[in-house]
């Protein structure tokens, strides 16, 4: 066999960040939701709050989006993108349903600190000035780690309460992981061609991701 498989910028980034990547997609509400010891009250506080994160990481996939179609190396690029922009739109409609299901009322649903400076963050990457290859490398993370959680939701010997399925699936699908390949795949396309300061960003967004994520799931313990 073949032993000089390619690894990419990425998984060299993961292996260095390990213990925060594992915070990231193991913590203690995602656990609390596979062993189904979960408290409703926290999941209708990520309910409220992922809610509103969606509704601001939307103009960030669009940002993406446009980048995708002027400085992709390939066509291809810019579909899988736009995938991900089509399954926000299925998204939002999900969310308003189990905010009904769940009555939580998203109207009087406030962003709290963390999610407020998730959004300043994303927003802060749609400015021009930042390379594509960091801003890739971001909305991979952001997408990564939500489906590593709900995956592990959804894996062998789990015991997540049925009503809660729904959200596992939503993430944990395996259509949603060949997506965050595929995302994976341009990002690190994109960062073999980039300069040594975007590397250093990109690496630094990376963590950040990683550290706003951790910083998301700790809303829920309220
Ligand atoms: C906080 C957060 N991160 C990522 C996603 C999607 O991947 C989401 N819906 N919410």
Redesign the pocket.
């Known amino acids: 066999m073949e032993k000089t498989e390619k690894r990419g910028m990425i998984d060299t980034w993961l292996d260095k960040h390990r213990s925060l990547y594992t915070a990231a997609t193991r913590h203690d509400f995602v656990v609390s939701i596979r062993d189904g010891s979960v408290d409703l009250s926290s999941f209708k506080t990520w309910l409220g ?2 809610y509103l ?2 509704r601001e ?1 939307v103009p960030f996939v669009a940002n993406v989006l446009i980048r995708a179609g002027k400085e992709s190396g390939e066509t291809s690029d810019m579909e899988v993108v736009l995938g991900g922009l089509a399954s926000l739109n299925d ?1 939002i409609e999900w969310f308003k349903s189990e905010g009904s299901k769940w009555g939580v009322d998203f109207s009087t649903v406030v962003a709290q600190k963390a ?1 407020q400076e ?1 959004s300043r963050f994303l927003e802060a990457l749609m400015n021009s000035e930042v390379e594509y290859s960091v801003v890739l490398t971001a909305f991979w993370g ?6 590593e959680s709900f995956a592990h939701c959804l894996g062998d010997g789990n015991k997540t309460p049925a009503e809660l399925t729904g959200a596992c699936n939503r ?1 944990g699908n395996d259509g949603f992981r060949q997506y965050c390949l595929s995302v994976k795949n341009i990002a690190e396309r994109c960062l073999e061609n980039a300069s040594r300061d975007a590397l250093v960003e990109a690496e630094d967004v990376l963590v950040r991701v990683l550290e ?2 951790v910083a ?2 700790e809303m829920s313990r309220g």
């Not at 952001?142 to 489906?147: L, T």
């Open positions: 709050q992922d994160f969606v990481f998204e999610n998730y952001i997408e990564a780690v939500y489906q993430w706003h994520e998301f799931w």
